[in-house]
Nanobody
Framework: QLQLVESGGGLELPGGSLKLSCAASGLTLNSYLIGWFRQAPGKEREGVSYINRSGNTKYADSVKGRFTISRDTAKNTVYLQMNSLKPEDTAVYYC?????????????????WGQGTQVTVSS
């Protein structure tokens, strides 16, 4: 059964760090476009970062320089290292896998989604 499971969320102080994990079963992550998305209360889901089959990455302007996406092929897991966290980073974070041959941060290109993990940044 195909499944994406996020973990690593929690409560963190502004300026702190969290590392999210997206573990896959039933699919090989390096054969897909993998994206991280987030949705804050009352806001639309937004693309945060992706890593494509070739290992190329992209980040939303709001997280560039603070977040890093990476992939561990042996563990079939994708990570999102989040540093210098801000209160506006508070959201539910989702990982997603897409079969599309192109790379994008638009959610329409992603076919499989995890259930999400809550990240709260607050003092």
């Amino acid at each position: 059964q195909l499944q994406l499971v996020e973990s690593g969320g929690g409560l963190e102080l502004p300026g702190g760090s969290l590392k999210l994990s997206c573990a896959a079963s039933g699919l090989t992550l390096n054969s897909y476009l993998i994206g991280w998305f987030r949705q804050a209360p009352g806001k639309e889901r937004e693309g945060v970062s992706y890593i494509n089959r070739s290992g190329n990455t992209k980040y939303a302007d709001s997280v560039k320089g603070r977040f890093t996406i990476s992939r561990d092929t042996a563990k079939n897991t994708v990570y999102l290292q989040m540093n210098s966290l801000k209160p506006e980073d508070t959201a539910v974070y989702y990982c997603a896998a897409g079969r599309a041959p192109f790379a994008t941060l638009s959610s329409y290109a992603y076919d499989y989604w995890g259930q999400g993990t809550q990240v709260t940044v607050s003092s």
